[in-house]
């Protein structure tokens, strides 16, 4: 069988930097830096500094960058602040939800007056761990996440990262997680809280369930597909342009991520 042919685009194009890859602030530092180069070029020849930019915007967008080193440039003179207002996020519901709140009124944690913390309900912890031996036990993820999410299962794009995956309707994002693992926890959690809480859970938005079902992961002691410790610590996580600290949940058996929190 003979293989299709490699368009001309296709190797010049590098989709580590370009793309869903592509860094905003990265991108921008590089298209201010061409815009300069090419009035510097159009004070000798106009012609020229035209020519300079469409070439300097051209390699943006077919490279990822103009400058060679431009992450580590961004990192080291970007203030965190700038970073953040070109950061892109998922757009969250206007919605907002006290996470700590909803949990107490719903009873599924309760206060540890003992250690002045929170801690998991006994009934709702036994009704989850049914919940996550049922949902391992299901081969069907599309169609846990399409209940998980209230849509129907075709119009769900699955796309895997290593252990990781990202969920999208027509292209837009909905949802990722860390691994299967922290999947099954929510599916289940989402199923446990719907026995619940009924139309309370069923009726947040989309957004504010998933805060829930991620702080819901800071209560897991066993790993939802192996039954593995699991174990918390902190590190060092780098972007494209920029390091930062995070507390992360991960099974020291199976080593899955089930949780990753920015401190």
Known sequence: MTAAP???????ENPEHTGENRCLPCTVVNVVLAGALSVAVGVVSPLAGVLAFAVGIATIRFRGYLVPGTPRLTKRYFPSWLLDRFGKFPAADAEEIDVERYLLST???????????????PGFEDRWRRRIREVRGESADRKALAELVGVRPDTLDLEWYGDAFVARIDGEWIG????????????AASRALE?????EWSGLPLA???E???????FLERCPTCEGEVAFEQEVVDSCCRSYDVVAARCTACDDRLLEVGI
């Open 212 to 218: 829930v079902l991620g702080a819901l992961r800071l």
């Open 6 to 12: 490699v368009s001309l685009l296709e190797r010049v």
């Open 107 to 121: 009873g599924v944690v309760v206060d540890d007056r003992g250690a002045d913390d929170l801690e998991i309900d």
């Open 208 to 210: 504010a369930r998933s």
């Open 195 to 199: 026995e619940r809480a009924g139309r």
């Open 176 to 187: 990722q997680w860390e691994s299967r693992s922290a999947f099954v926890a929510d599916v």
